[in-house]
């Protein structure tokens, strides 16, 4: 069962279609990626993973592999990155970022997808308790069964959370790394999904006290957890069509979501 699932890739196509041409790099690119993301924090190698259990790995051990032009990294650890700009320019290198996460325990998802300055494409955040808690730029193709209620049409997900929520969150996330890395999660594999146990990863040791909150990371520990919000991010929602800016809730939601998994 999903618990926590965290993943980032720099790529300026879906990173489905570079996994699906194979081609793992080397550990020194994947250690010289994320050092740059995590400078000064990336440890020991560890025995190479794969993607099913790279993305649910604990905190302390984070996975990366570049194939080709893209670079995929996850674990737990990547929930310090509260702010996606700055870590897109950090490493991005003109890619674009897609960033995707899962906490079944809170009954959260999200997925954020930015260009190759860091400004927003795409932000969708969910909870059970808090339904949309933001939802920002063109919603992709996958998404339309979720939004039309397709996806749930005898309504039960709304019956039991209310109209504010009236899908799964956790099947929203689920589906949204179907769609961008090409794989299933929880055995639920289809007709030409990839087998994330097949798509291999190097594992590093990440030490030492997250960083805090610098428009240059992007990271953030517990000791920034009340600072001000970011400014609203002026992107009109697909959910209101009045033309008013979008405020963004990402900010502070991420910063509850840290403070839920212990950060502070």
């Given at each position: 069962?999903?618990?926590?699932?965290?993943?980032?890739?720099?790529?300026?196509?879906?990173?489905?279609?570079?996994?699906?041409?194979?081609?793992?790099?080397?550990?020194?690119?994947?250690?010289?990626?994320?050092?740059?993301?995590?400078?000064?924090?990336?440890?020991?190698?560890?025995?190479p993973?794969?993607?099913?259990?790279?993305?649910?790995?604990?905190?302390?051990?984070i996975?990366?592999?570049?194939?080709?032009?893209?670079?995929?990294i996850?674990?737990?650890?990547?929930?310090?990155?509260?702010?996606l700009?700055?870590?897109?320019?950090?490493?991005?290198?003109?890619?674009?970022?897609?960033r995707?996460?899962?906490?079944?325990?809170?009954?959260?998802?999200?997925?954020?997808?930015?260009?190759?300055?860091?400004?927003?494409?795409?932000?969708?955040?969910?909870?059970n308790?808090?339904?949309?808690?933001?939802?920002?730029?063109?919603?992709?193709?996958?998404?339309?069964?979720f939004?039309?209620?397709?996806?749930?049409?005898?309504?039960?997900?709304a019956?039991?959370?209310?109209?504010?929520?009236?899908?799964?969150?956790?099947?929203?996330g689920?589906?949204s790394?179907?769609?961008?890395?090409?794989?299933?999660l929880?055995?639920?594999?289809?007709?030409?999904?990839?087998?994330?146990?097949e798509?291999?990863?190097?594992?590093?040791?990440?030490?030492?006290?997250?960083?805090?909150?610098?428009p240059?990371?992007?990271?953030?520990?517990?000791?920034?957890?009340?600072?001000?919000?970011?400014?609203?991010i002026?992107?009109?929602s697909?959910?209101?069509r009045s033309?008013?800016?979008?405020?963004?809730?990402?900010?502070?939601?991420?910063?509850?979501?840290?403070?839920s998994?212990?950060?502070?």
């Amino acid at each position: 069962m999903v618990t926590t699932v965290e993943i980032l890739a720099m790529s300026a196509d879906l990173p489905r279609l570079a996994l699906v041409a194979g081609g793992l790099g080397t550990a020194e690119q994947s250690r010289s990626e994320l050092s740059l993301l995590f400078p000064g924090r990336i440890g020991a190698d560890l025995p190479p993973g794969d993607m099913r259990s790279g993305c649910a790995s604990p905190i302390g051990r984070i996975y990366a592999g570049t194939f080709g032009e893209m670079t995929v990294i996850c674990g737990q650890d990547l929930i310090e990155i509260v702010d996606l700009g700055p870590a897109v320019r950090a490493i991005g290198k003109g890619r674009l970022a897609y960033r995707i996460q899962l906490n079944s325990v809170l009954d959260a998802a999200a997925l954020d997808i930015s260009d190759s300055t860091g400004a927003l494409v795409r932000e969708v955040m969910l909870t059970n308790d808090e339904g949309v808690v933001f939802d920002a730029g063109p919603r992709l193709e996958f998404e339309r069964p979720f939004w039309s209620g397709d996806r749930d049409p005898a309504g039960l997900h709304a019956a039991t959370f209310g109209a504010e929520m009236p899908f799964s969150p956790m099947d929203f996330g689920q589906e949204s790394v179907r769609a961008l890395f090409g794989f299933g999660l929880v055995g639920d594999n289809r007709p030409g999904d990839l087998d994330p146990a097949e798509i291999a990863v190097y594992g590093f040791e990440i030490g030492g006290a997250p960083t805090v909150l610098r428009p240059s990371s992007g990271v953030a520990d517990g000791s920034d957890i009340d600072a001000p919000p970011a400014a609203p991010i002026p992107v009109e929602s697909p959910g209101d069509r009045s033309g008013a800016p979008a405020e963004s809730a990402h900010d502070s939601w991420w910063r509850r979501l840290w403070r839920s998994l212990g950060g502070g």
